[in-house]
Every structure is written in C-alpha cells, then in structure tokens.
C-alpha cells in the first residue's frame, strides 16, 4: 500500500470512462509534463486505488495534451522533494540504505497493478517519459511522437527499470543502440 500520498491530486488528473477504464493524465502544463516526485506519489497511489477497485478493468497512462508533450522527463529545475542524493521527503524511511529512483518506484508500481496499464503516448517521451511506458503491459504512440533514452549522452546510467524492460521490448543488441 502507498502510504505517502494523503493530499489532492496535483499533477494527475483521473478520469473514469464507460467500460471499468481509469484514464491516469499527467498534467503539468508549462513544463511538457515533466516528472516530479509528487507526481510520482500520485502515478504510484492511483495505481494502487486502481488494484483494489473492482470497477476498474484496465488503467491508461497518457499526458495533458496542454503539456505539449506525453511526458519531458525529470523536472530538473523546480523539483520539490527531490534532494540529490538523498531520500525525498516524505519517502519511507524505515529502510534508508534502499532508495530507487521515482521513476523506479512508478515502474515497480505499474509492474505490481494487478489490472493492465496502458501507456497511450501522445506525444514526445524523453527520459523517464520514455522509460515508464516500457514497464507498462502495452504502449500504444502517436504517429508523430518522438522519444528518447538520452541518459548515455549526460552521463547517467538508466532508471526506470528501463534497462531490464528495454532489452526485452527489443533485444540486446538494438537496446544497446538506442541508449549509445
């Protein structure tokens, strides 16, 4: 159970739609719907709702069309809650040797949903934008979407499960292309 969301949705807007469908859209406008801790909290706890809703039959992920954007990745400037190198706040702390990336935790709560995810790309997915879509059990994008695994070229290594999940979406060999 996700314990660290208590407030309103800020950066999630969750719709319902006719046949058990939970549309999850992120929805930071301005900023191409950059990634945030908070948002994380809200991706992972609405997850979690949806496992235990008996009404809800699969789950779609896909960005504010607003945004201009699926997803841009990390928001690297105004991030709150995401000290470098540190726990976030608000993260559990009865374990802090164990920290995974916000990304991470999304991805393991998309890959624990007890129902099926959906990432419905709607437009460019950079970073964790791209990453997040490969733990979900199918991606659906738009003809014009761009995306991008660009952590190769500033150094980092990937998150997101993305390293498990990219090889087994296509191989070894063109994985290693597409992150050099």
């Known amino acids: 159970r996700v314990e660290w969301v208590d407030t309103e949705l800020k950066d999630l807007k969750v719709d319902r739609l006719d046949g058990g469908v939970m549309v999850l859209t992120m929805s930071r406008l301005g900023s191409g719907n950059s990634w945030t801790e908070p948002m994380r909290n809200e991706v992972c706890f609405m997850l979690d709702r949806a496992s235990r809703d008996p009404c809800v039959r699969v789950v779609v992920i896909t960005g504010d069309p607003d945004g201009g954007a699926f997803c841009v990745g990390m928001e690297l400037k105004n991030n709150p809650g995401d000290p470098p190198g540190d726990v ?24 624990s949903c007890a129902k099926p995810v959906i990432a419905a790309v709607n437009g460019n997915a950079v970073g964790v934008g791209m990453t997040l ?27 997101a499960l993305s390293s498990f999940f990219l090889t087994r979406a296509v191989g070894w060999k063109k994985a290693s292309e597409l992150v050099l």
């Open 88 to 111: 976030p706040a608000g993260r559990s702390r009865k374990n802090a040797s164990f920290w995974r990336d916000g990304g991470g935790t999304a991805g393991l709560a998309i890959v």
């Open 133 to 159: 879509p490969l733990c979900c059990d199918m991606t659906v994008a738009a003809e014009d979407a761009k995306v991008g695994l660009v952590f190769g070229r500033r150094g980092l290594t990937l998150e």
